[in-house]
Nanobody, 123 residues
Framework: EVQLVESGGGLVQPGGSLTLSCAASGFTFSSYTYAMTWVRQAPGKGLEWVSAISNGGGGRYYADSVKGRFTISRDNAKNTLYLELKRLKTEDTAMYYC??????????????WGQGTLVTVSS
């Protein structure tokens, strides 16, 4: 069974930083078979694609709203996906979900989701 467990969310002031982690199990995270994606949902709004990383980590993609502030990475030896959030804005407040792509490309469908970790940006 695929499991994705996010951690690292919390309350942070505008301009601050956080690093989210996603521990993956139940599939071969380190086999260079699957891309991984972060998706967020702000209160009262729909899902927003945030960032994706290809199976080997060489391709990294970002939404315009986070480009230059967020960094996605993966440690295939630790079966862990990361999202580093910097220069946070109040509009970054959302539940952040770690998701698994069905294949090696960032455009492949999302076929597994974590439970989410809440990021609140507020003074």
């Amino acid at each position: 069974e695929v499991q994705l467990v996010e951690s690292g969310g919390g309350l942070v002031q505008p301009g601050g930083s956080l690093t989210l982690s996603c521990a993956a199990s139940g599939f071969t995270f380190s086999s260079y078979t699957y891309a991984m994606t972060w998706v967020r949902q702000a209160p009262g709004k729909g899902l927003e694609w945030v960032s994706a990383i290809s199976n080997g980590g060489g391709g990294r993609y970002y939404a315009d709203s986070v480009k230059g502030r967020f960094t996605i990475s993966r440690d295939n030896a630790k079966n862990t996906l990361y999202l580093e959030l910097k220069r946070l804005k109040t509009e970054d407040t959302a539940m952040y979900y770690c998701t698994k792509n069905a294949g090696p490309w960032s455009g492949d469908a999302l076929d597994a989701w974590g439970q989410g970790t809440l990021v609140t940006v507020s003074s």
